[in-house]
């Protein structure tokens, strides 16, 4: 009888918390009674808008960054990413002595291009709608002779990217369910890892937007499945096909994907921003928009969340939940 190796393992994510302390922040957790008593349970948010670069993915990148040789880091780095992976790359980067070239589309929000570059990075842009941002970022990384750290389908990433969930377990012990945003998988595979680890009994549930739900048809299906270029607010979450490595964890450790619209999302944001008092990002809310919109079913006791990241622009966070919203 032959075994197949997980590419995480609950191992891989406490090295990568070992890798990550004194680098990155541990976040805080929030409670709100008027969060619990509007979806009937008590509710735990892991709040990665407060991480380096205002997103969970300061923790995978530098936990790949970091384990490049010298003459990797000397060479630089490659990634391709419309915005909170770029950033991590880039700062990962430059903490380690190395230098950053992100590939972005070209409509990335102007907030997320112009923080990578602050830290140092060169960008390359491409068209999302006609272009393979992997396939322009590989040609690149091998013209150049950089290292390329993509933005979710990798081990050390996915484990990185786990400590979010570890650390939130370590803080408030344990949890009946778990509620994760899904863009390309590399979130909620580490953080179902790290969970399902601890607690193999706690439910993990992913969140998508509606018009981006390529994991919960691949879920259904058995399979990778392709959907369209995704038109949502969500943009760290507007992709069309889970990663390989990826797909191969949340197959086995997710228990279900629930889908949010746009406006549930907006709802979400003012919600976080005038009770909770923090900013959010579209991709960043769905999982409490999925709480506040009852989009998660029926609720165990204890509940946790992981709010990815809170990047957004103070002029598109107006439109976004002013009452004049944005199409």
Known sequence: MTTTTPPVTLDDVRDAAARLKGVAHRTPVLRSRTLDSLVG???????????????????????????????????????????????????????????????????????????????GAEIVSYDRYTEDREAVARALADERGLALIPPYDHPHVMAGQGTA????????????ALIVPVGGGGLIAGSATAAKGLHPGIRVLGIEPEAGDDTKRSLEAGRRVSVPVPRTIADGQALTTPGELTFAVNRGLVDGI????????????????????IVVEPSG?????ALL?????????????????????ADRFARLCGRATES
Not at 293 to 313: K, M
């Open 165 to 176: 969930a570890l650390e939130l377990l370590e803080e408030v012990g344990e949890l009946d």
């Open 258 to 277: 629930a889908l949010v619209s746009d406006d549930e999302i907006r709802a979400a944001m003012r919600f976080a921003f005038e009770r909770l008092k």
């Open 285 to 289: 809310a769905t999982p409490l928009a």
């Open 41 to 119: 349970a008590e509710v735990h948010l892991k709040c990665e808008n407060f991480q380096r670069v205002g997103a969970f993915k300061f923790r995978g990148a530098y936990n790949a960054a970091s384990r490049l040789t010298g003459e990797q880091l000397a060479k630089g780095i490659a990634a391709f990413s419309s915005g909170n992976h770029a950033q991590a790359v880039a700062l990962a980067a430059r903490e380690l002595g190395s230098s950053a070239v992100i590939v972005m589309p070209e409509d990335a929000p102007t907030s997320k291009r112009e923080a990578t570059e602050g830290y």
């Open 293 to 313: 919109a009852g989009r998660a079913g029926s609720l165990p006791r204890r509940v946790g969340v992981i709010v990815s990241g809170g990047n957004v622009d």
